[in-house]
């Protein structure tokens, strides 16, 4: 069975562009949410969120591009440009058929659906350019389209959890030999029809998100891309590339419990992490650095936090557990692969990133939520969990790659 490597990584995100700026903005704990400008907010009871602000399209893509284009597919486009260019691969020497697509996706183009709407319908403009980028799959459709890609394609929409899925199941199709390359990750853009469902939740903070905090009163969101190039260790080696990490397994679970909210045990988390663990071989030991979910939520810091002492027994209160979250907010479809980025970091900077504004200890959340960055050299795995709508588990274990 082939071992699959992350080779390439392109980022963009509210606090920077760009894969290291990223881990250097994570590492020195810059916040990314703040006001939102993409639509207006008034009326609403969160205003705040974390929009990818020093993004101009017209830096990246010609006019006639952008207008087929949503806001969604521009971010990642953007990310995969880094990616490609950072893995070296050369387009014009791989066999395409070997060649794999799977992308994690939220709402997709709805932002760009909520615009149309505004300029079709209530200020009579002309039509605009819909149909090519509203979709889910569009982002997967461009991928395909860029890069002569025609081998095993699938986008997956789990909600929260969508890009973590996209990533653990990247993964496997190297494993079960069914190509060679996958491009994986996802992309997510800010739009006002979900920021007005998760306001009507009462689920999102006025303030910048607090997660495992005391004071903690829901999400802020957010948007950003993370993208992926995942190969065997063969095809890297024959290139003589060096891996970032290694997708050590992934497990999935379904809470079967509610619609919104986690099952308050934390069992279902736990189960997906159980069997993240068993399909990776790695030890319950030797996990070394745990990057939650961690929305900031009274429901699911909690259900996060019995799901670790589930899954790890006494462990738990050793393994440094952080949310990103409190610095790029909650990117939704996106978020799985922007937060596996951070699990990589003790493996690429010997540090774990900040659980930003945590100041207050909960008696239901007492785990280690590191409130500064941390060094940390001698970690050899990491684990990247996403809890999504729906109760969608999804569980990453990451490995120190050996490459």
């Given at each position: 069975m082939r071992t699959p490597f992350i080779t390439g990584i392109g980022i963009v995100s509210s606090i920077a562009i760009g894969r290291e700026a990223y881990w250097d903005a994570l590492s020195r704990g810059r916040c990314g949410i703040g006001d939102i400008t993409l639509f207006d907010t008034s009326g609403f009871r969160g205003r705040l969120g974390a929009e990818v602000r020093c993004f101009s399209p017209d830096e990246h893509f010609d006019r006639r591009e952008s207008r087929r284009?949503?806001?969604?597919?521009?971010?990642?486009?953007?990310?995969?440009?880094?990616?490609?260019?950072?893995?070296?691969?050369?387009?014009?020497?791989?066999?395409?058929?070997?060649?794999?697509?799977?992308?994690?996706?939220?709402?997709?183009?709805?932002?760009?659906?909520?615009?149309?709407?505004?300029?079709?319908?209530?200020?009579?403009?002309?039509?605009?350019?819909?149909?090519?980028?509203?979709?889910?799959?569009?982002?997967?459709d461009y991928i395909g389209r860029k890069t002569g890609a025609c081998g095993f394609r699938a986008t997956i929409s789990t909600a929260c959890s969508s890009s973590s899925t996209a990533i653990g199941f990247a993964g496997e199709i190297i494993r079960k030999g069914l190509a060679d390359i996958v491009i994986t990750g996802g992309s997510e853009s800010l739009a006002e029809t979900t920021f007005a469902g998760f306001n009507s939740l009462r689920a999102v903070d006025e303030v910048p998100c607090r997660p495992f905090d005391r004071e903690r009163r829901g999400i802020s969101l957010g948007e950003g891309a993370a993208i992926y190039i995942v190969e065997t260790s063969e095809h890297a080696a024959s290139r003589g590339r060096k891996a970032y990490a290694e997708i050590a397994g992934y497990g999935l679970s379904g809470d079967a419990y509610h619609v919104t909210a986690p099952s308050p045990d934390g069992r279902?988390?736990?189960?997906?992490?159980?069997?993240?663990?068993?399909?990776?071989?790695?030890?319950?030991?030797?996990?070394?650095?745990?990057?939650?979910?961690?929305?900031?939520?009274?429901?699911?810091?909690?259900?996060?936090?019995?799901?670790?002492?589930?899954?790890?027994?006494?462990?738990?209160?050793?393994?440094?557990?952080?949310?990103?979250?409190?610095?790029?907010?909650?990117?939704?479809?996106?978020?799985g692969a922007k937060e596996a980025a951070a699990a990589i970091m003790p493996f690429t900077r010997g540090l774990i990133p900040p659980t930003l504004h945590y100041q207050n200890p909960d008696p239901e959340c007492d785990l280690d939520y590191v409130p500064a960055a941390r060094t940390a050299d001698n970690i050899h795995a990491t684990l990247s969990t996403s809890v999504a709508f729906g109760g969608n588990n999804t569980a990453l274990i990451l490995r120190r790659p050996k490459l």
């Open positions: 284009m949503s806001r969604c597919d521009m971010l990642g486009a953007v990310a995969l440009n880094e990616a490609l260019s950072d893995s070296g691969i050369d387009l014009n020497r791989i066999d395409r058929t070997r060649f794999a697509i799977v992308i994690g996706s939220g709402s997709g183009g709805l932002l760009n659906g909520e615009q149309f709407k505004k300029a079709v319908y209530e200020k009579g403009l002309g039509r605009p350019s819909l149909l090519t980028s509203f979709s889910s799959s569009s982002f997967s279902g988390i736990a189960h997906a992490i159980r069997s993240a663990l068993n399909s990776s071989g790695v030890n319950a030991e030797e996990i070394g650095y745990i990057n939650a979910h961690g929305t900031g939520t009274p429901a699911n810091d909690a259900a996060e936090t019995n799901a670790f002492k589930l899954a790890f027994g006494d462990m738990a209160y050793r393994i440094p557990v952080s949310s990103t979250k409190s610095m790029i907010g909650h990117c939704l479809g996106a978020a």
